[in-house]
């Protein structure tokens, strides 16, 4: 199985700050990455598929970029509800394998 | 709108079955092929087992292959798992999502672009 590496584990930001989440899978991936956000509680949601295209109706603070093995995840500004744990999900290799998600939290 | 929503969820005891359903609305469910997800609580997402949109084609994680088995009832909007020789490491939130492709013709999508709620399974004695 391709294993991913998500970066930090946990994040604590301010406001307004720009927040960056890195993804590293264990081989080449091309762009098969997608980010989703979870709220405690909730279903996961999509925010970004095949590494950069941003979902319909997701913000354009959310943004991705990256093929290969390594990936990232940025918010520009931060707002109070993007609090949330996110994950990455490779979809390149059966079977299709999530990072062990960034939780986000407000400082 | 899309809508997928789950249930069956339960304690159940170790060994025993339970079977999860997930109604969808919203969408042409007989195009797109369904996947089950689980979450271990509090812990992070796993990928369960998929059908394509007709049915023809089943992939699923080792972790389940050969006592889980998914299918589907296209005339009934419904997708089904139906999990059996239950284990303690079963217990999760099992969601049933929605693939999508960006490349035509494709009978899988691998991209989870809706999620139901998520129903519970407690396997315990």
């Known amino acids: 199985d391709i294993q991913m590496t998500q970066s930090p584990s946990s994040l604590s930001a301010s406001v307004g700050d720009r927040v960056t989440i890195t993804c590293q899978a264990s081989q080449d991936i091309s762009n098969y990455l997608n980010w989703y956000q979870q709220k405690p509680g909730k279903a996961p949601k999509l925010l970004i598929y095949?590494?950069?295209n941003l979902e319909t109706g997701v913000p354009s603070r959310f943004s991705g970029s990256g093929s290969g093995t390594d990936f990232t995840f940025t918010i520009s500004s931060l707002q109070p509800e993007d609090i949330a744990t996110y994950y990455c999900?490779?979809?390149?290799?059966?079977?299709?394998?999530f990072g062990q998600g960034t939780k986000l939290e407000i400082k | 709108q899309v809508q997928l929503v789950e249930s069956g969820g339960g304690v159940v005891q170790p060994g025993r079955s339970l079977r999860l359903s997930c109604a969808a609305s919203?969408?042409?469910?007989?195009?797109?092929?369904m996947h089950w997800v689980r979450q271990a609580p509090g812990k992070g997402l796993e990928w369960v087992a998929v059908i394509s949109y007709d049915g023809s084609n089943k992939y699923y994680a080792d972790s389940v292959k050969g006592r889980f088995t998914i299918s589907r009832d296209n005339s009934k909007n419904t997708l089904y798992l139906q999990m059996n020789s239950l284990r303690a490491e079963d217990t999760a939130v099992y969601y049933c999502?929605?693939?999508?492709?960006?490349?035509?013709?494709?009978?899988?999508?691998?991209?989870?672009?809706?999620w139901g709620q998520g129903t519970l399974v407690t396997v315990s004695s």
């Open positions: 999900q490779q979809y390149d290799n059966l079977p299709p394998t």
């Open positions: 999502a929605k693939g999508r492709s960006m490349v035509r013709g494709v009978i899988i999508g691998w991209i989870f672009d809706y």
């Open positions: 919203g969408f042409t469910f007989s195009s797109y092929g």
């Open positions: 095949d590494a950069s």
